[in-house]
């Protein structure tokens, strides 16, 4: 997600304005290849995809063979599949903001058994492939796309930069995905630049990926180099993300049994970077740990991209990206962006990764329990990483004047985000309403006002409670309300979801 915060310390506002892509999540005594994914009944389910690819350094471009296992689900034969290829979204958006026109991509064929499959594209970014013969229910087949697309010229979550000593790759939205689908319907969200429209299914991944030797793959699951080929593994993932690039090094430690790989690069603030990065990465696991349940997966790496100024990072399974932009690039480090936007990737881990939700039309649940996370949980949390930020910038805020800061967001709340909804899709905005507002804003004080409401200990075992019973499955708003009147159905609470939802 990309975002705009806006945060006022006592007598001084300081206004940090920072675009936040989106987020992720994390896990410990229960790895995700040994637990249950959701229940897929009445879907068409994507169970694995296996991918070759090779990318191509001097080219910029990136060949795909792309396989995914196709489980039927649902109680009808199904002779249609719909395949998102967002690479031609990506190209049209960086064409028209970025003055980017020279990208192309294309699928070169799709098969199934060795035979073509027939395929046609009237809407952007949708694949529409009829199968040869139609796949019983509880069936499974495996049908191939090969691929090939140009990779931007733009740090974003598809593309590359080059810097006087090296590149930074960054491969994520550019690999073909089965449509996530209900009760026989097609979920055809379009491409969402300022925030994410992605599926939200899981499945295995087993990648083999071509690159030049001395080039570093940082992806989702864990990773295996050999001579110029990377083998990655990943097990009950939301997303596939990839990062590959010869500027960085890393770090690696444990936190709560869960193996952290800290990349960094080499600048003037490198020790700064990798000293408040480790700080920010052990805090944060164990306060959402602790308040929120175990970490999802084995593996948490952390790669530093240059998303440019006045961004944030991103969040995939198991793989964070932060914007190292101001410690790389600039001469002023911005650590207390840094470390906000830093400990929100994480806890994306909790509330995206293993709570997975639809994120375009229902943005508000990742990112307002992460938001949460972010400001409630690690932004409260007296720490280490805290302590080291408060020494090494003079802009940020200590604990006192985040409580100050928060406490007076929430006198407003009422008037601010009047007949806002929280379940409302960008694509239903009145027009003077942003991304952002609505998905991080307005959800975080929906969150506070109902914590409030409920007292702490009954909203923690809200939140544990949720986290548990939507562990890699989704959870939708009507899911979440019920969730919460179990817990709480006060006139108070009532009142408060009559506000927040239509
Ligand atoms: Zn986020």
């Known amino acids: 997600m990309k975002k705009k915060i806006v945060i006022s310390v006592c007598a001084i506002i300081i206004i940090a304005v920072g675009l936040f892509f989106a987020c992720q999540k994390s896990g410990l005594i229960n790895p995700a290849k040994n637990r249950t994914s959701g229940a897929t009944a009445g879907k068409i389910d994507a169970v694995s995809y296996r991918m070759k690819l090779d990318l191509d350094v001097n080219a910029k471009s990136l060949t795909e063979e792309v396989k995914m296992e196709i489980k039927n689900d649902t109680s009808e034969p199904v002779d249609e599949v719909i395949i998102r290829d967002m690479t031609p979204s990506i190209h049209a958006y960086n064409k028209q903001y970025y003055d980017n026109d020279t990208q192309t991509s294309a699928i070169i064929g799709i098969t199934s058994n060795e035979q073509p499959l027939a395929y046609s594209s009237k809407q952007e970014s949708v694949v529409r492939v009829k ?122 430690f444990e936190v709560k049994g869960i193996t952290i790989n800290n990349y960094y690069l080499d600048s003037q603030y490198t020790a700064t970077y990798r000293k408040l990065t480790e700080l920010v990465i052990k805090d944060a696991i164990q306060v959402y740990t602790d308040t929120v349940g175990a970490y999802p997966y084995e ?39 840094l470390s906000d936007g830093l400990s929100h990737e994480i806890g994306h881990q909790w509330f995206y990764a293993a709570v997975g939700n639809d994120e375009y039309a229902e943005g508000w649940i990742d990112e307002g ?21 408060l020494e090494i910038d003079d802009m940020a805020p200590s604990v006192e004047e985040r409580i100050a800061a928060l406490d007076e967001l929430m006198q407003t709340a009422r008037q601010d985000y009047k007949k806002m909804y929280l379940n409302t899709s960008p694509d239903r905005y009145t027009k003077d309403q942003s991304y952002g507002e609505i998905e991080y804003e307005e959800s975080y004080l929906f969150l506070q006002e109902l914590r409030i409401a409920m007292g702490d200990d009954t909203f923690n075992a809200f939140l544990k409670d949720l986290y548990d019973r939507y562990d890699l499955k989704e959870a939708d708003s009507d899911a979440v309300i019920a969730l919460i009147r179990e817990y709480d159905n006060s006139k108070t609470v009532n009142e408060i979801l009559r506000f927040y939802f239509k």
């Open 131 to 252: 199968l040869n013969e139609a796949l019983k229910p509880h069936e499974t087949t495996t049908i191939t796309v090969d691929m090939k697309t140009d990779i931007p010229d733009r740090q974003d979550r598809f593309g590359y930069v080059k810097r006087k000593d090296g590149y930074i790759f960054a491969l994520s939205f550019c690999f073909p995905y089965l449509a996530d689908n209900k009760n026989s319907e097609w979920i055809l969200h379009p491409y969402f630049d300022d925030g994410e429209s992605r599926s939200y299914d899981i499945a295995d991944y087993d990648i083999e990926i071509h690159h030049p030797k001395g080039y570093a793959v940082i992806a989702t699951g864990t990773e295996e180099t050999n001579d110029g080929v990377t083998r990655i593994t990943a097990h009950n993932a939301r997303d596939m993300a990839i990062v590959v690039s010869n500027m960085m090094q890393k770090d690696t």
């Open 299 to 337: 593996e948490l790496d952390v790669a530093p991209l240059l998303f440019g100024f006045g961004f944030g990072g991103m969040e995939y399974p198991g793989l964070v990206m932060t914007n190292a932009t101001s410690f790389y690039d600039g001469t002023l480090m911005d650590a207390w962006s």
């Open 369 to 389: 329990f992460t938001t949460y996370l972010e400001r409630q949980l690690f932004g409260l949390y007296d720490g280490d990483a805290q302590h080291y930020l």
